[in-house]
T-cell receptor, first 111, second 112 residues
Framework: DQQVKQNSPSLSVQEGRISILNCDYTNSMFDYFLWYKKYPAEGPTFLISISSIKDKNEDGRFTVFLNKSAKHLSLHIVPSQPGDSAVYFC??????????FGPGTRLSVLP | DGGITQSPKYLFRKEGQNVTLSCEQNLNHDAMYWYRQDPGQGLRLIYYSQIVNDFQKGDIAEGYSVSREKKESFPLTVTSAQKNPTAFYLCASATGPNQPQHFGDGTRLSIL
């Protein structure tokens, strides 16, 4: 039973346009969420996080939105660059337990 | 330059053989984790340790063992009891249990 789902295995976007990566979770008690980015042959690197008390967090070109009622979060990348091509994982956390990771979405930014 | 190092990058195991994957960090992190990644799935937690000389089973601990004798080191042994060990293994560390984790570059284990 996957508690964290990323229903799009892959996404292609034109350079300069917006990339939107989506993540859904089933446990309404999750209180902290993160996005990681992973290049081939490397480990994931932390990108951005959001607490359940917020609905938006921005860091440069990256913005994460949280919709608690829908149990949905999304990562927006604007503008998308070829170097953003990677696999993106979302992860959810419940205090006192461990992170639960989604299966990832492969983003390809086309020049 | 601080980081987390996993070795080897590729590892091959014969049937019935135990193998140990190395994970070392110089970030002075208290918490360390081992994950397994299979195609189309998220990272699944094998074992974790919040402090030296203590570790806990994760969601898929069967067939694996760990030790945490030093803060910097958290080796994972894949035993012969693990019937489907072929996977990509990731080690991570963090300052605490609810903090973003720093990952190594992984070890890909295959069965001969």
């Amino acid at each position: 039973d996957q508690q964290v789902k990323q229903n799009s295995p892959s996404l292609s976007v034109q350079e300069g346009r917006i990339s939107i990566l989506n993540c859904d979770y089933t446990n309404s008690m999750f209180d902290y969420f993160l996005w990681y980015k992973k290049y081939p042959a490397e480990g994931p690197t932390f990108l951005i996080s959001i607490s359940s008390i917020k609905d938006k967090n921005e860091d440069g070109r990256f913005t994460v939105f949280l919709n608690k009622s829908a149990k949905h979060l999304s990562l927006h990348i604007v503008p998308s660059q070829p170097g953003d091509s990677a696999v993106y994982f979302c992860a959810s956390f419940l205090y006192g337990q461990n992170f639960v990771f989604g299966p990832g979405t492969r983003l390809s930014v086309l020049p | 330059d601080g980081g987390i190092t996993q070795s080897p990058k590729y590892l091959f195991r014969k049937e019935g053989q135990n193998v140990t994957l190395s994970c070392e960090q110089n970030l002075n992190h208290d918490a360390m984790y081992w994950y397994r990644q299979d195609p189309g799935q998220g990272l699944r937690l094998i074992y974790y340790s919040q402090i030296v000389n203590d570790f806990q089973k994760g969601d898929i601990a069967e067939g694996y063992s760990v030790s945490r004798e030093k803060k910097e080191s958290f080796p994972l042994t894949v035993t012969s009891a693990q019937k489907n060990p072929t996977a990509f293994y990731l080690c991570a560390s963090a300052t605490g249990p609810n903090q973003p984790q720093h990952f190594g570059d992984g070890t890909r284990l295959s069965i001969l």
